[in-house]
């Protein structure tokens, strides 16, 4: 079967401002009148490391359903009373937080599983699929279920905002070219971002390996070499030193900012996940690597301006002798999992931090490593940021086709 674009010979205006025009034969009906919508569950049962698969907004990533963060639930935990287990083609809409809106369609592997939180929206007088597509377009994702969510301090829908939203419906038989058309388009755009995707990620860890080691064993491959006595570490040239972290920096904790907060402040605020907010005065004005102490330990930063950190983040007071740039090299190589504890939030404390071990030479080699991996990394991150320019331009197209199909701008035929 091959498969042809083009528009439809007449449209009529849908009443909708925000949706414009659609072909002719095509009808406006509400969520509600093509699909059955209840929720999930209203408290979560214990998680195991087996039994029923529980899908919840996590798993939910712009129609599609991911495994990474899946739990499990035991059947005995499950109130069977509210009916939430999942069939294949059934659609589960998230209700509240970051993902609001944004939805997935069970496949068959998924039928029997729990849904968590969120709305269970059943097809009865649709194509399934292609109501899954319709709920990734512009004007009902976008223009619609966000903005009904947006009532409060977190983004919250529910059932009847669900329901009543408009939706554009072409017949039975077009739905379902439509949703094989947008299956085959959309499979082979994912495709292209998976590999690139992947190529980012390869480059990523070209940049991880060359850190490693170039602030582990210098640039100069032909130096004599010494056992450094430990084993992670290796070999590293005869001439350096194994240092501790505290004999290269201090460790300084960060403070509430709550009486520094200012909207127009000209100092940023640090917590463990970046900038969040402005100060009106600095915890700190030299150069610093900021250290996750709760939360997301694993990403150091490197500040060279006067900032402001929170209690979340630890800052750091870097010695005389040490170029501040070298030691945030350094502490990229850290194995943060090896030490990180605290079940619920990942969390570091100072006093493992300050005995981690880093090999060290003296400074001037300390520049010439900074310069060279400054100009190395740029080098690398230019490409990544080239790659992610093409991934997002994919997504970009994939939205739009989904847009454009769903609301009849163009016309979809299956040619024999």
């Not at 907004?57 to 935990?77: H, M, Q, Y």
Request: charged share 25%; hydrophobic share 35%; net charge positive.
């Amino acid at each position: 079967m091959r498969l042809t674009i083009q528009r439809y010979e007449e449209y009529k205006d849908s009443g909708i401002e925000w949706l414009g025009k659609i072909p002719e034969h095509w009808e406006i009906q509400r969520i509600k009148e093509v699909g059955k919508i209840q929720y999930g569950l209203s408290q979560p049962p214990r998680y195991l490391e087996k039994g029923l698969p529980l899908v919840r907004a996590t798993n939910i990533e712009r129609g599609k359903l991911v495994e990474k963060g899946l739990v499990f639930v035991s059947p005995d935990d499950v109130p069977w009373e509210r009916n939430p287990a999942l069939k294949e083609n059934d659609i589960l809409v998230v209700r509240s937080g970051a993902y609001t809106a944004d939805s997935a369609i069970i496949p068959r592997k998924y039928h029997g599983s729990i849904a968590g939180f969120d709305m269970i929206l059943r097809p009865t007088r649709v194509n399934p699929k292609y109501l899954s597509y319709t709920l990734l377009s512009n004007y009902l994702f976008k223009d619609q279920l966000i903005l009904s969510s947006f009532r409060a301090a977190q983004p919250h829908l529910n059932k009847e905002e669900l329901g009543t939203a408009l939706i554009a419906l072409p017949s039975v038989s077009e739905q379902k070219t439509i949703a094989h058309y947008l299956d085959t388009k959309t499979t082979q755009i994912d495709r292209k971002i998976d590999l690139l995707t992947q190529k980012a990620q390869r480059y990523e860890e070209l940049k991880r390996s060359l850190i490693n080691e170039t602030v582990t064993r210098g640039l100069n491959k032909s130096v004599p070499m010494k056992d450094s006595g430990i084993e992670w570490i290796g070999e590293i040239p005869e001439h350096w030193e194994i240092r501790r972290l505290k004999d290269l920096a201090e460790i300084k904790g960060g403070r509430d900012s709550k009486d520094v907060e200012l909207e127009e402040g000209q100092y940023p605020i640090y917590g463990s996940g970046g900038i969040f907010g402005k100060a009106s005065k600095y915890l700190y004005a030299k150069p610093s690597v900021l250290l996750g102490r709760k939360g997301t330990i694993d990403k150091p930063l490197f500040v060279t301006k006067p900032f402001w950190s929170v209690e979340t983040m630890f800052y750091t007071e870097i010695k005389k002798n040490v170029e501040p740039k070298f030691f945030y090299y350094q502490c990229l190589t850290i194995k943060f999992g090896l030490y990180l504890y605290g079940s619920a939030v990942p969390s570091m404390s100072s006093s493992v931090l300050s005995r981690t071990l880093f090999s060290t030479p003296n400074r001037d080699e300390q520049e010439e490593i900074v310069t060279y991996l400054d100009t190395k990394t740029a080098q690398i991150d230019q490409i990544i940021q080239t790659i992610n320019t093409q991934i997002e331009k994919l997504k970009e197209l994939r939205k739009t086709l989904i847009n454009d199909v769903v609301t009849g701008k163009i016309k979809v035929t299956p040619d024999h």
